[in-house]
């Protein structure tokens, strides 16, 4: 054949082309899994996000207001810690009534308030993406919130890093 392989399939007549192949495999694996792990490119830095409900009634205002401010800190629904309470802020939800002539008028609801909750937490930013956990924090994105006696859906409506 060659002076490198000979006709049993070997190089320079001791190691096998199959042993080469597979060895090459197990480095390129092992490689693999030393860059996956180690090769992390974030950088951690400091994120306050702004997450608002809508429409939730006087109870469930009550649990949230009560278990975010005893505990302090805000967790999603995997159990992640998104960061420290900042602060947590009901107001009634603005719903239209008609009024007697026609017309709408924009008034607070006697039954639902909208909450305001922001949170103080460490993100990691990698690339243009900055991730808490596992949470992917853009505005517009929904988020289920659980807590001592509450879970509720958000919605971010504000970031700020830095």
């Given at each position: 054949m060659s002076r490198f392989m000979d006709a049993r399939g070997r190089f320079f007549g001791k190691v096998n082309v199959v042993d080469v192949i597979v060895l090459?495999?197990?480095?390129?694996?092992?490689?693999?899994?030393?860059?996956?792990?180690?090769?992390?490119?974030?950088?951690?830095?400091?994120?306050?996000?702004?997450?608002?409900?809508?429409?939730?009634?006087?109870?469930?205002?009550?649990?949230?207001?009560?278990?975010?401010?005893?505990?302090?800190?805000?967790?999603?629904?995997?159990?992640?810690?998104?960061?420290?309470?900042?602060?947590?802020?009901?107001?009634?939800?603005?719903?239209?009534?008609?009024?007697?002539?026609?017309?709408?008028?924009?008034?607070?609801?006697?039954?639902?308030?909208?909450?305001t909750i922001v949170v103080q937490g460490q993100g990691r930013m990698s690339g243009s993406t900055v991730r808490i956990g596992s949470v992917q924090v853009r505005v517009g994105k929904k988020v289920t919130l659980i807590g001592t006696g509450f879970e509720v859906q958000t919605i971010i409506t504000g970031k700020k890093t830095g």
């Open positions: 090459l495999v197990i480095v390129a694996v092992v490689a693999f899994a030393v860059v996956r792990t180690t090769g992390d490119s974030s950088t951690t830095i400091p994120v306050t996000v702004t997450y608002y409900v809508e429409e939730q009634r006087q109870v469930t205002v009550n649990a949230l207001v009560e278990a975010l401010q005893a505990k302090g800190t805000v967790r999603d629904d995997g159990g992640t810690v998104l960061g420290k309470l900042v602060s947590v802020e009901p107001t009634p939800t603005r719903e239209q009534v008609p009024t007697a002539n026609g017309e709408l008028r924009d008034d607070p609801s006697p039954i639902y308030s909208d909450i």
